[in-house]
């Protein structure tokens, strides 16, 4: 019934950029609070952004400045746009909402940065 399918990831250079994309179904998608995580292999998971219902967003340090998360609720869809991307910024991002105790997570969509 809820799915997240989050699409957009790939190779890229160190500098370059990328725009992942999550699109959601079977949710009142405008009242969720909308999160991008990552996960590299060995390390933990670390939540990126988070835009909420009423459009507020938080960046972890590390991308601020980089990384702008959005929503369009008409759409039922959340973005991540990755800027001046950096080799540790390579992960699996998973998109993930959230309302109350409620939360469903995505599969995940690979962001390699190397030259």
């Known amino acids: 019934q809820v799915q997240l399918v989050e699409s957009g990831g790939g190779l890229v250079q160190p500098g370059g950029s990328l725009r992942l994309v999550c699109a959601a179904s079977?949710?009142?998608?405008?009242?969720?609070?909308m999160e991008w995580y990552r996960q590299a292999p060995g390390k933990e998971r670390e939540l990126v952004a988070r835009?909420?219902?009423?459009?507020?967003?938080e960046y972890v340090e590390s991308v601020k400045g980089r990384f702008t998360i959005s929503r369009d609720n008409a759409k039922n869809t959340v973005y991540l746009q990755m800027n001046s991307l950096k080799p540790e910024d390579t992960a699996g991002y998973i998109c993930?909402?959230?309302?109350?105790?409620?939360?469903?997570w995505g599969r995940g969509t690979q962001v390699t940065v190397s030259s």
């Open positions: 993930r909402a959230g309302y109350a105790y409620l939360a469903y």
């Open positions: 079977g949710i009142r998608f405008s009242i969720y609070v």
């Open positions: 835009i909420t219902n009423d459009y507020a967003t």
